[in-house]
């Protein structure tokens, strides 16, 4: 096998399995600073996760490091490079494994090689093609751009355990929403319902559906949409008024569409809820959670946040 300079990250290795606190730790080693590993990255090249006579290595992404993210989905073999066969186990929370490998075993975030009697792998072989990405099930799947998480790697052979953690840092190349913020102001018997969202991106071909849900929120009285005369939804985007369609309305629910969807690409987003006859603003503290939820759609995503008291 071709192999190149590591970068080798916080490792544990003995029989005892002891996980060390400071394993989920970055940490590099070698002149080089993983240069190499980097260059194999960067020509499309999979870059494996070695089990040694050492411990548990790593050749460059998505395992190299260093404080920087991958794209999602993210490829990587597994290679045993003992001289006995291993099995294997890799758990995550914020993300999911697939791998095509009939010694692999995955259930979400739960990868398995060689357990519950299945094969191991054996001297010089490896788990080609494992695949991960983050798990649209996880709260920071919709939360931000990159979701960073932990992900538990243990390795067993005859008479050796290696438990180790690695932080795996990947782009969330989906719908994603960073903060929202939600105030109102009654004027001359009507409302309006500002949303202020943060750093807003959705795939192509762009903002196409809101939904408001107020379920949860208080008012300061009965909040019915369906009483509502002048009922309006506008998206600034970039300065740009966007007129949303009421689909749907229920008495603390909305939602609108996009005929005509903006683009989103990493920019704030202000949504203007405009309503009269028997408006009701909201209640609560600055700072606090309102309890209106908000979801944005586009691109086959989706995103739910709750709006922050402004």
Do not use: C
Not at 62 to 72: L, Q, W, Y
Not at 262 to 276: G, Q
Request: zero cysteines; hydrophobic letters at 35%.
């Amino acid at each position: 096998m071709n192999r190149t300079r590591r970068g080798t990250l916080a490792l544990i290795a003995g029989s005892s399995g002891v996980l060390a606190a400071d394993a989920l730790e970055f940490s590099s080693a070698g002149d080089g600073d993983g240069a190499d590993a980097s260059a194999d990255a960067s020509n499309g090249a999979t870059l494996p996760l070695e089990v040694t006579e050492d411990g548990l290595e790593t050749a460059g992404p998505p395992f190299d490091g260093k404080r920087r993210s991958t794209p999602a989905p993210a490829t990587f073999d597994i290679v045993n490079q003992r001289s006995v066969p291993v099995s294997l186990v890799l758990e995550a929370d914020a993300f999911r494994f697939n791998a095509a490998d009939d010694r692999a075993v995955v259930d979400g975030g739960r990868l398995l090689v060689g357990g519950d009697g299945n094969e191991k792998v054996g001297p010089g072989e490896r788990i080609a093609n494992v695949t991960v990405e983050i798990d649209p099930r996880s709260e920071a799947s919709t939360a931000s751009a990159a979701v960073t998480g932990a992900v538990e790697i243990t390795a067993e052979g005859a008479d050796t355990r290696i438990d180790a953690g690695r932080k795996l840092t990947l782009e969330n190349r989906g719908l994603t929403v960073e903060r929202a913020l939600v105030e109102s102001e009654r004027t001359d018997g009507a409302v309006e319902h500002r949303w202020l969202l943060d750093t807003v991106t959705v795939p192509n071909p762009g903002l196409e559906a809101l939904r408001f849900d107020y379920r949860d929120a208080e008012p300061a009285a009965a909040l019915d949409f369906t009483d509502a005369e002048a009922l309006s939804v506008t998206a600034v985007i970039d300065g740009t008024e966007h007129a949303g369609t009421i689909e749907h309305r229920r008495p603390n629910r909305l939602t609108v569409s996009f005929d005509d969807p903006p683009s989103v690409d990493r920019t704030d987003v202000e949504l203007l809820l405009y309503e009269t006859e028997s408006p009701a603003s909201l209640e609560g503290e600055r700072g606090q959670p309102s309890g209106a939820t908000l979801e944005v759609l586009g691109g086959g995503f989706s995103a739910r946040v709750e709006g922050t008291r402004r």
